[in-house]
């Protein structure tokens, strides 16, 4: 074990879980290779106007089976939020608030359908958007609801649409598999806890157990960082890893803990030979797509006149959102909302999705700025100065990322493919059991894919592979 050479490919939380759990097995000779100029991979945080904000992983969701909550709920540093995030209010293109108890109804009515429909979306052959859709204008045409206007409800339930893709990151939910978003298991407990004041970059350090002098902790010497893989070579041992700057590598075993949009977009030059069939399969149709974030630091906090302003969510009206439909600013169609972020009073986070996300990515700063205040405006009655800072994220764009993370597609459920096959490593022949390339990350986990507690498990699963193949197969580790 202190002999083998083990290169970790990526350092965000399944890259940087792998590592430690393998230094402590006892395993020496660590490397992990970054592509970025930091750490935390799809965990990104960044200072901003108070205190800091996440560009990427933002929430610990749920207590119960949650290793990032198990590992940190004695330490301090996350608090609940589910009050604050659980709050729905919606406003019109008119500046109009939807009345409450129609909210409440609405909310009520889909919500029914995908939790009290689960059984049967586990059987049931095709998209979320077709399920949920047929029966939620189904529910509508009951006679206890024949006094809810069928033209708000639409609009109403197109925003509960992108809300849905947002926790999912589709494009839309006919790409969503009905059956696939139920083989997600949540963890009980508040969904929506947050990092307090130091981001979700906190609980990285944690793992690293880094201290003010070392960052990197148990980690130090072991990252390099502006290491872009471009070859591995695995069909030989040692095998080869080959980066952007022409180094070449030898290792024993190679993690590779990189985005599924990566793979997507490069796996037929990444691997060499190439990968197996079944794995192709898999990276090519499992579901992967961005979630937006763009932040907003104003000089004073506008919506002060509201103390329990939870933020708003917008509901279009059919005559607004058609005037702005083919012109440059049709890309505001998907941003889903502005809601204030916690332990930064003068902030707002505007959420958006799909290809109108990403097309917001290439747009200069100042544009995409112009239309964050023009919505605003258009939504709310109150006067609205200026911003003074403005950030966003750009996962699409970055070629290390390509996305934000995955979801389970119907091209998936048709084409049988699974995270399983994603995780299941290389070896040198079919004969041969001994793990070559290893793989690890949110995409590649069974029932918790899509978040950091999906990649923090997969790092430690594939440790333990490696263990177990150095210690006497009587002697297994738990």
Same mark, same amino acid.
């Given at each position: ?207 690293? @157990?880094?201290? /003010?002098?070392? !960052? ?6 072991? +990252?390099? #960082? =502006?290491?872009?893989? $471009? &070859? ?11 980066? @952007?700057?022409? /180094?070449?590598? !030898? ?6 803990? +990189?985005? #599924? =949009?990566?793979?997507? $977009? &490069? ?11 079944? @794995? ?199």
């Amino acid at each position: 074990m202190k002999n083998a050479r083990i290169v970790i490919i990526g350092t965000g939380p399944a890259g940087i879980a792998a590592a430690t759990k393998l230094l402590e097995l006892g395993f020496e000779k660590v490397t992990l290779l970054e592509a970025e100029n930091r750490i935390g991979g799809r965990i990104y945080t960044i200072p901003f106007a108070a205190n800091v904000v996440d560009l990427g992983g933002q929430w610990c969701y749920g207590q119960k089976d949650n290793v990032v909550y198990e590992l940190v709920k004695d330490e301090n540093l996350v608090e609940h939020s589910r009050e604050e995030m659980q709050k729905f209010m919606f406003i019109r293109s008119n500046k109009r608030l939807i009345c409450y108890n129609l909210m409440d109804r609405l909310k009520a009515i889909y919500e029914n359908i995908l939790e009290g429909g689960k059984n049967e979306m586990l059987t049931y052959k095709g998209s979320v958007g077709k399920f949920v859709t047929d029966k939620f204008f189904k529910a509508l045409e009951k006679p206890e609801n024949s006094d809810i206007n069928m033209t708000s409800a639409k609009q109403i339930f197109e925003s509960f649409k992108k809300m849905e893709n947002s926790s999912n990151a589709s494009d839309t939910l006919d790409e969503l598999s009905a059956k696939g978003i139920h083989e997600y298991w949540d963890c009980e407990g508040d969904l929506w806890m947050n990092w307090k004041e130091k981001g979700y970059l906190r609980f990285l350090q944690f793992l690293m @157990k880094s201290t /003010e002098t070392n !960052e990197l902790g148990m980690l130090d010497q072991k +990252v390099k #960082l =502006g290491k872009q893989v $471009e &070859k591995i070579t695995w069909s030989r041992e040692p095998i080869q890893i080959k980066c @952007k700057d022409n /180094e070449i590598i !030898e290792a024993d075993h190679a993690i590779v803990t +990189v985005s #599924l =949009g990566v793979l997507k $977009e &490069k796996h037929s030059k990444l691997f060499e030979p190439q990968l197996p069939a079944e @794995k192709i399969r898999a990276i090519e149709t499992i579901g992967f797509g961005t979630i937006n974030k763009m932040y907003l630091e104003f000089p004073d906090q506008f919506w002060y006149e509201r103390e329990d302003w939870p933020g708003f969510t917008i509901v279009w009206r059919d005559e607004e959102l058609a005037e702005i439909r083919g012109t440059s600013q049709a890309w505001l169609e998907d941003v889903i909302g502005f809601y204030p972020v916690v332990h930064q009073p003068k902030t707002l986070c505007g959420w958006m999705i799909g290809p109108n996300g990403r097309y917001m990515e290439t747009l200069p700063e100042k544009e995409v700025i112009d239309g964050c205040m023009f919505l605003l405006r258009k939504f709310l009655y109150w006067k609205i100065s200026e911003p003074v800072a403005f950030k966003r994220s750009t996962w699409s764009s970055s070629e290390n990322f390509r996305g934000s993370y995955s979801f389970q597609s119907v091209k998936a459920e048709e084409a049988n493919a699974k995270p399983s096959d994603l995780a299941s490593p290389l070896t040198k022949s079919v004969d041969d059991n001994k793990p070559i390339v290893l793989f690890a990350g949110e995409a590649t986990s069974y029932h918790h894919y899509g978040t950091v507690q999906g990649a923090v498990e997969t790092g430690w699963r594939e440790a333990k592979r490696l263990a177990d193949l150095y210690v006497d197969s009587n002697n297994k580790l738990e």
